[in-house]
């Protein structure tokens, strides 16, 4: 579906860049934004092709479709420990229709200013898109110039997600602000499937390395009540993997500037 530069997919203040000006232009309507990623299985001795298409021609591209109000901000993120889905595009967005519109405005950018360019079929082998409803992230500094810089997230398989949400907004979510606050965690969130795979229930937490994540966890797992919502009463299998970000395109307003 998403034919060369392929977009991620959080409702109170997802914090990578866009998404809180989003989210605030969809309060009236009382609808959190869809988040949208494109995932690829690339070839390891060909990534530098990959990141630099992205970061000389794609973030240029999905900045058309920033501007033109299709998506609140685009980017990728690459895997540092993780699975076989190396390279990860992402956007955010009102909706499915609209996030689908951006990604033609942005394919139309690319092809426009650098024509054929870097077609990610020739360094990749498989593909696949998801489409995830934002829950309500912590409340980290919204004038920070892009997501990450590196990320882990915890996805799980459950049975009642309903449950899932309300066990993070009424107690986990609050754990999770406190190591944002102390400047552990730049963010941390959780976002839904919408229409994707079998992995429904993903938690991410963001920070300036993977060591600051890790630390950040440890902070987070001890402050745990024992009488807390416990996540494997409704969720059986579970995976983790940590990520770096890319560049990020974004409104001016999403940064601070």
Same mark, same amino acid.
């Given at each position: 579906?998403? *034919?060369?530069?392929?977009?991620?997919?959080?409702?109170?203040?997802? @914090?990578?860049?866009?998404?809180?000006?989003?989210?605030?232009? @969809?309060?009236?309507?009382?609808?959190?934004?869809?988040?949208?990623?494109?995932?690829?299985?690339?070839?390891? #001795?060909?990534?530098?092709?990959?990141?630099?298409? %992205?970061?000389? *021609? !794609?973030?240029?591209?999905?900045?058309?479709?920033?501007? =033109? =109000?299709?998506?609140?901000?685009?980017?990728?993120?690459?895997?540092?420990?993780?699975?076989? %889905?190396?390279?990860? $595009?992402?956007?955010? #967005?009102?909706?499915?229709?609209?996030?689908?519109?951006?990604?033609?405005?942005?394919?139309?950018? $690319?092809?426009?200013? +650098? &024509?054929?360019?870097?077609?990610? %079929?020739?360094?990749?082998?498989?593909?696949?898109?998801?489409?995830?409803?934002? &829950?309500?992230?912590?409340?980290?500094?919204?004038?920070?110039?892009?997501? !990450?810089?590196?990320?882990?997230?915890?996805?799980?398989?459950?049975?009642?997600?309903?449950?899932?949400?309300?066990? /993070?907004?009424?107690?986990?979510?609050?754990?999770?602000?406190?190591?944002?606050?102390? #400047?552990?965690?730049?963010?941390?969130?959780?976002?839904?499937?919408? %229409?994707?795979?079998?992995?429904?229930?993903?938690? +991410? $937490?963001?920070?300036?390395?993977?060591?600051?994540?890790?630390? #950040? /966890?440890?902070?987070?797992?001890?402050?745990?009540?024992?009488?807390?919502?416990?996540?494997?009463? /409704?969720?059986?299998?579970? *995976?983790?993997?940590?990520?770096?970000? &890319?560049?990020?395109?974004?409104?001016?307003?999403?940064? =601070?500037?």
């Amino acid at each position: 579906m998403l *034919r060369r530069v392929m977009p991620l997919a959080l409702a109170a203040a997802f @914090m990578w860049p866009g998404a809180v000006v989003a989210q605030e232009e @969809m309060a009236e309507e009382d609808t959190p934004p869809m988040l949208m990623i494109s995932s690829w299985k690339c070839d390891f #001795g060909n990534m530098d092709k990959i990141v630099e298409d %992205w970061n000389m *021609r !794609g973030v240029n591209a999905a900045q058309a479709a920033v501007e =033109g =109000g299709s998506w609140g901000a685009a980017g990728v993120f690459y895997h540092d420990w993780a699975d076989e %889905w190396n390279v990860n $595009y992402w956007a955010v #967005g009102k909706d499915i229709p609209t996030l689908l519109e951006g990604q033609d405005a942005s394919n139309a950018a $690319y092809e426009e200013a +650098y &024509g054929d360019g870097t077609d990610p %079929w020739d360094h990749c082998s498989e593909h696949k898109d998801g489409f995830y409803q934002l &829950g309500n992230s912590a409340d980290g500094d919204d004038t920070t110039e892009g997501p !990450g810089p590196a990320m882990a997230i915890s996805s799980w398989k459950c049975t009642n997600v309903g449950a899932v949400a309300e066990a /993070w907004d009424s107690h986990t979510r609050a754990k999770a602000q406190a190591v944002v606050d102390a #400047g552990q965690w730049n963010d941390a969130g959780v976002f839904y499937h919408a %229409w994707a795979g079998e992995w429904n229930v993903n938690y +991410y $937490y963001q920070g300036d390395d993977i060591p600051s994540i890790l630390e #950040g /966890w440890q902070s987070f797992i001890s402050s745990m009540d024992d009488d807390g919502p416990d996540i494997t009463e /409704w969720c059986s299998e579970h *995976r983790d993997g940590f990520y770096s970000f &890319g560049p990020t395109a974004s409104t001016p307003d999403a940064t =601070g500037d």
